[in-house]
């Protein structure tokens, strides 16, 4: 697509549509109603033998730092089928989901995650387009002072903790905790 | 707000924008971007002694037919929060949630759904404005052949299964459940 000039941009008001109950964003100029609701950000804790597959991020927010393979849950696919897909498009890697993780809750930024305890099939992996490089480390060699995001962190603990479990009630936000980066 | 006429509808035509790599819904009026993700519903299966609590629902789709206390999650909620809005909303009842029973992925309506197991607080509800009426079941006297959709069937026989275990796996689909009504 060739950019031909400036966009128009949408005239947004809020208020509440009939029979609703609560305000929604409505464009004055085309009567869209945007209902926003949270978005679903799909990954995984991704294992081969005793080591974990880090991303180190190469898009703002936070590049530079090491993440996840997540990304945002695209329509008209299930989660563990996302979950896949963010590993094969940020790491080139094929990966095994074993079981939910945790489910994660970012209100301020209205985003749940739910984040898988998957393997490698093969210790074969490769930078996509949104990662700057990565690499497989043993618990005792994560980058924990370069870590992108609270929810890596909580990701990365709560994995420790069920590594030897074959089966277990998913984690979720460590109390008091909201993912929020300007609390920490 | 009064009705004053028929609202303006947007213009939307499905393109790449740039630096994405697939298309999105774009209104060629006021150049508003569509980023379309799945919805999150949030639900529980509650329980009161050896009873289930089930809805019968006062709203299209599936009006008349028995449903859980489930909705779409709204911004800036956590998803307990989100489950325990709906279970006031629909049956003015104050639950307690206990652990995640499921997450269910429906992928032709783009939905994701945690279902929650939880407990009411007392054995006090009413219909909320989306409700006909509502009552608890014990588990052979629910209405299998008023049931609204497949994921109401699998979440209350994923609460059957994990009824007296402390911590458990989460569900999800049911082998080969796509959660379509039209499939089944």
Redesign the interface.
């Known amino acids: 697509?060739t950019?031909t000039g400036p966009?128009?941009?949408?005239?947004f008001v809020r208020?509440?549509?009939?029979g609703d109950d609560?305000p929604r964003r409505i464009?004055e100029?085309?009567?869209?109603v945007?209902y926003?609701?949270?978005?679903?950000v799909v990954g995984s804790v991704v294992a081969w033998q005793d080591r974990i597959l880090l991303c180190r991020r190469a898009i703002h927010p936070r590049r530079g730092f090491w993440t996840l393979p997540a990304g945002?849950?695209?329509?008209?696919?299930?989660?563990?089928?996302g979950a896949r897909r963010e590993a094969w498009e940020e790491a080139q890697a094929e990966i095994e989901i074993d079981?939910?993780l945790a489910?994660y809750?970012i209100?301020?930024i209205?985003q749940?995650q739910?984040i898988f305890r998957a393997r490698l099939e093969a210790p074969e992996f490769a930078a996509g387009p949104e990662t700057l490089e990565l690499d497989l480390f043993r618990w005792q060699d994560i980058p924990w002072e370069e870590i992108a995001f609270p929810s890596v962190h909580w990701a990365l603990g709560h994995f420790q903790e069920v590594r030897d479990q074959p089966?277990?009630?998913?984690r979720?936000?460590p109390p008091g905790e909201t993912g929020d980066m300007r609390r920490r």
């Open positions: 697509m950019k966009s128009p941009s949408p005239s208020r509440i549509p009939d609560r464009c100029d085309c009567g869209f945007d926003e609701n949270p978005k679903v945002f849950l695209e329509l008209h696919e299930s989660a563990p089928e079981q939910l489910v809750s209100p301020r209205s749940i739910l089966s277990f009630a998913p979720s936000n």
